[in-house]
């Protein structure tokens, strides 16, 4: 059995463990300060190319909103209310999709391939392993993704 004396631990190792933890907890710190820069900009990027966007949609549907004839307006789904509370939300949805999804799948496909770059410059095995591993995620995401979005199709009606 082993038992535990003052002399197993120096305070030199103990201050040689605190100060390697400090540095790995700098690093982390440096590494969130550098990291939030680009997505900020990326953000803002495409918060200003989903306004643009949305921007020439509007105008364009305007435009040829005018030129419908009356008897498209009498409908009764495309009365003046209808039609602008419809092309009011189509007009958000692109910008959404445009802002936060696309936004997000560039981030994350950035930070695959980035990780996979760093997994095989690091340690080659473990990129081996990400990279057998990839088509297993996507995969599930995929399939996750179907699983979730079909829900959705029950209620489109409603809406």
Known sequence: ?????????SASQVSESLGNAENY???VFLLA????FPFMIQSILFTIVGEDMTEKIRKEVYLKMLKLP???FEMKANRGGTAATRFGIDSRQVNSLTTSMISTLVMNFSSIIIGMILAFIFEWRLGL???IAMP???LA?????LFYG????DNKKYY
């Open 1 to 9: 059995m082993y038992h535990y004396s003052k002399t197993d631990t």
């Open 25 to 27: 907890v700098l690093g």
């Open 33 to 36: 300060i550098f990291i939030f």
């Open 70 to 72: 009356v008897k498209w």
């Open 129 to 131: 392993v990400g990279l």
């Open 136 to 138: 297993c995620m996507v």
């Open 141 to 145: 995401g995929f399939i996750s993704m």
């Open 150 to 153: 079909g829900f959705g199709d």
